[in-house]
């Protein structure tokens, strides 16, 4: 049964990986374009806020006056990046999680057309098999990288960026941990059926 597990799982991973080509695909030309659009008018609306915040009365005794760059890049890069990741985690995850669900439902749907699990140890074999948080993690890293030619050099851009891919990342783990583990729960559901 070894060989049967291997391969279903060798099926699997390459599903996942080709989901994570397109997911992280999408998710560089999509903040991409949305930088070059919305980037214009957040930024300048928020950097109006911040510098008109909190240093106004610094006073005069104060050694050094934080010059604009300083409090932007000091208070700004956390705050957007939190920002980006709340937005991202209200807005994003809930569909990633429903487009994830789905692919799981294939996933599972594929094993068993294969006949590959018949019993709880086959499941359990098979999950072990399974390399999708490994894949997502690489992935991650990839994006990263990818992300960093295709757009805009900034802190502010970076900051955003690392705000929504940590938050898309974090959502996807979460319900890939939940498709294996469903996948390793299918031998039972079927013996008792």
Do not use: H
């Amino acid at each position: 049964m070894s060989q049967e597990s291997e391969t279903a799982a060798e099926d699997i991973n390459n599903f996942y990986n080709d989901l994570f080509n397109k997911l992280s695909q999408e998710i560089i030309e999509g903040a991409s374009e949305g930088f070059k659009e919305g980037l214009k008018a957040g930024i300048k609306s928020g950097i109006l806020e911040i510098t008109g915040l909190s240093y106004a009365g610094a006073g005069a005794g104060a050694e050094r006056f934080p010059s604009n760059a300083d409090i932007l890049r000091g208070s700004a890069a956390e705050g957007l990046k939190n920002m980006a990741g709340n937005i991202t985690k209200r807005n994003v995850c809930p569909i990633i999680k429903i487009w994830l669900e789905n692919r799981c439902d294939k996933a599972v749907s594929m094993l068993a057309a294969k006949g590959s699990i018949k019993t709880a140890q086959d499941a359990a074999q098979l999950a072990g098999y399974l390399k999708l948080e490994e894949a997502a993690d690489k992935k991650y890293k990839e994006m990263s990288n990818r992300a960093k030619s295709a757009l805009p050099s900034s802190f502010i851009v970076e900051s955003i960026f690392k705000g929504v891919q940590e938050t898309l990342w974090s959502c996807t783990k979460d319900d890939l941990k939940s498709c294996q583990r469903r996948i390793s729960e299918i031998g039972p559901a079927q013996e008792t059926a």
